[in-house]
């Protein structure tokens, strides 16, 4: 198994930019066969989850990744914060499905139906939270070859069953959400059977010298600020641009931020390799290493970033019209601002 950073730096930008194409693709074939309303309705449901999931990480997830980064984890510590992840996923399921009235449901999801939102919800988070989990346990434990292989085949077959499903007559939300939520199941239980864990390391969690809770409180103390407004600002993002909007102009944003992801594919490619390595040095003291880690790593991400956004720009009307079709040239603005964003 090839360790070294450069060895898993390379797999990992040939595996991004192969799963990149797949999701990009099944991207637009989605809003394509969608359309622009069905499209941007799906765009809400999650991206307003994106931001209760936010709320309730609190930093929790990137403590974890330093954490199982810095040195060898036991079971026991990487149980403990599946189970917090479990109260993220239960808490709002049931606000949303038993406290919420259903007027507060049609305002806040305008009109969509309870059923629909909570299966968004649950689609979004073992999307986000659940997967980007195993992701960090398999990086943390180098396992990048397996985590990113693993990666490329939901991508495949996401996009092989959006074309099952338009071929027979069954493309909607709620095909498409359950989908979603089958494919990163089963991915993160086939993932998570080939992590190794010492058993011969003692849980933080029993040890008086470094409580696990008290580690995770200093850690995510700073962040919880941050995820509220984080929360504030992607919640009512979404849903200000729906009440005032509509759908159409959802997807066009949608959209724009999917075709931004392309300037970012080497970034997304080596920051959890990145993050393992410093968390690793930092826990050993070894600032050098950290300073020369960030140095090579931060030129080369804004130089490409801004290099790949730099020349899509000017192709934006002709990447949606002949993409997308006519119905989603409306939003070759949109599209022309988003790719400044990476």
Not at 25 to 35: K, P, V, Y
Not at 164 to 176: K, R, T
Not at 269 to 279: G, P, T
Request: aromatic share 16%; glycine share 6%; net charge positive.
């Amino acid at each position: 198994m090839t360790t070294s950073i450069r060895g898993r730096f390379f797999f990992t930008v040939g595996a991004n930019v192969f799963r990149g194409l797949l999701s990009f693709i099944t991207g637009m074939l989605l809003a394509r066969l969608l359309g622009p309303e069905s499209f941007g309705s799906m765009a809400f449901l999650l991206g307003t989850f994106m931001g209760v999931l936010k709320l309730l990480d609190m930093g929790s997830s990137s403590a974890f990744f330093t954490f199982m980064s810095q040195k060898p984890r036991s079971k026991r510590f990487v149980r403990s914060f599946f189970t917090w992840l479990a109260f993220q996923f239960l808490l709002p399921l049931c606000v949303i499905g038993l406290l919420f009235p259903t007027q507060w449901v049609e305002v806040v999801w305008h009109g969509e139906k309870l059923s629909l939102v909570l299966l968004a919800f649950t689609a979004i988070f073992m999307q986000g939270p659940v997967w980007s989990a195993i992701q960090n346990a398999g990086e943390s434990q180098r396992r990048t070859h397996w985590i990113q292989s693993i990666s490329v085949v939901v991508a495949t077959v996401h996009l092989l069953a959006v074309i099952f499903l338009w071929l027979v007559g069954w493309l909607g939300l709620y095909a498409i959400f359950f989908a979603i939520i089958f494919e990163y199941l089963v991915a993160a239980i086939i993932a998570h059977k080939r992590f190794s864990y010492n058993k011969e390391v003692i849980d933080t969690a029993s040890s008086l010298e470094e409580p696990i809770l008290r580690k995770y409180l200093d850690y995510c103390l700073p962040l919880i600020p941050y995820s509220w407004v984080g929360f504030f600002y992607i919640f009512t993002d979404r849903w200000l641009l729906q009440n005032y909007s509509g759908s159409v102009e959802q997807a066009y944003y949608a959209i724009s931020a999917q075709f931004a992801t392309v300037a970012l594919i080497i970034t997304t490619s080596i920051l959890r390799i990145f993050w393992k390595e410093v968390a690793e040095a930092r826990k050993q003291d070894d600032n050098e290493r950290v300073r020369r880690l960030y140095q090579k790593v931060s030129r080369l991400l804004f130089f490409v970033g801004s290099v790949i956004a730099g020349f899509l720009i000017p192709w934006a009307e002709e990447l949606l019209k002949n993409i997308l079709g006519e119905a989603y040239v409306g939003g070759v603005t949109t599209l022309t601002i988003m790719f400044l964003y990476p």
